[in-house]
């Protein structure tokens, strides 16, 4: 399956990559700053969200960024 979004915190991605690339692809996400294939966990968003969502790489933080609707891309159960 190509997911377009990553399964952690939503954020989408400029293209789909196929989900078994992404487990070991050991990219870091610019928006919940998790790792594929180490610690994309539900308790990693989680701690992410109670820590009040900070962006793992600010420079690409757009302006009106809305946590809420990013979440809505999320894979709930990714991992779990
Ligand atoms: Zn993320």
Do not use: F, V
């Given at each position: 399956m190509?997911?377009?979004?990553?399964?952690?915190?939503?954020?989408?991605?400029?293209?789909?990559?196929?989900?078994?690339?992404l487990?070991?692809?050991f990219?870091?996400?610019?928006?919940c700053g998790?790792?594929?294939?180490?610690?994309?966990y539900?308790?990693?968003?989680?701690?992410w969200?109670?820590?009040g969502a900070?962006?793992f790489?600010?420079?690409?933080?757009?302006?009106n960024?809305?946590?809420?609707?990013?979440l809505?891309?999320?894979?709930v159960?990714?991992?779990?």
């Open positions: 190509k997911i377009a979004n990553c399964p952690i915190c939503g954020l989408p991605w400029a293209e789909a990559i196929e989900e078994e690339e487990r070991c692809s990219w870091i996400c610019d928006c998790c790792e594929y294939g180490y610690d994309d539900p308790t990693y968003r989680e701690t969200i109670r820590q900070p962006w790489n600010q420079k690409k933080r757009p302006k960024w809305n946590l809420e609707e990013q809505k891309h999320m894979i159960n990714w991992n779990a």
